[in-house]
């Protein structure tokens, strides 16, 4: 038997509790995300990052990164990103428009990293070179700087809208969903 077809407001809440679930379950499809942004010269960058939250209620997402990495300066030229989640458990694309901020300092870093500070995760953010610098350059740069300032920051992202599409034998569905609107799409 076909398992019957969520409704809007189903899809619209499942969607924010798998990305919810997502956070702490290390083998979850959505865990791992693309974030594409507007590279500096113009171009199109996206690469693989780790979802660290979800709100459902603010609809906002968190990521961290190195607050060296070229990805920050691309967000603080270029704000407006979008994120690819797929899984094949749920047949299920997201497309998330948002709006990035960077938070480098104050209390939400420090909360974060005074969490991940003492994890494996921690020599991530304490490299003594920037990441993607040139090997050459960075010869020492696993070395890390014990003790050292860390680089960790974090990247807000608003989001503004959801490109859902389901994909399924009996015919795919799509649809845009703002906090106010949804708009069935053809997939
Ligand atoms: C599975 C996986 C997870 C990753 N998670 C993150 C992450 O959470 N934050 C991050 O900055 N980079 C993460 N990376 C590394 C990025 O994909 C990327 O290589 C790095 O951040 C440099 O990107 P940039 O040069 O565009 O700034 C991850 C890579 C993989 C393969």
């Known amino acids: 038997m076909d398992t019957p077809l969520l409704s809007e407001s189903e899809i619209r809440h499942r969607i924010w509790q798998e990305l919810q679930r997502a956070v702490p379950d ?4 959505w865990r791992t995300p693309v974030l594409a942004t507007l590279g500096v010269d113009g171009a199109p960058q996206a690469r693989t990052v780790v979802l660290r939250h979800a ?4 609809a906002v997402l968190h990521i961290y990164t190195d607050s060296r990495s070229p990805k920050v300066a691309e967000l603080e030229a270029a704000p407006q990103v979008s994120l690819v ?21 104050g209390p939400e870093v420090d909360a974060v990293w005074a ?7 921690a020599g991530d953010y304490l490299s003594a070179q920037a990441p993607g610098a040139a090997l050459e350059a960075a010869a020492d740069a696993r070395a890390g700087s014990p003790g050292g ?14 490109d859902w599409l389901e994909l399924a034998r009996s015919g795919h569905r799509r649809a845009s969903l703002t906090r106010t ?5 053809v997939p």
């Open 55 to 58: 709100d459902a209620g603010q």
């Open 26 to 29: 290390r083998h979850h499809e």
């Open 149 to 162: 300032a860390h680089h960790l920051a974090l990247i807000k992202l608003q989001v503004h809208e959801i």
């Open 85 to 105: 989640f797929w899984s094949k458990r749920l047949s299920w694309q997201l497309r998330v428009r948002a709006q990035a901020t960077v938070v480098r300092s």
């Open 115 to 121: 969490r991940i500070s003492t994890s494996a995760a």
């Open 181 to 185: 609107k949804w708009t069935w799409r």
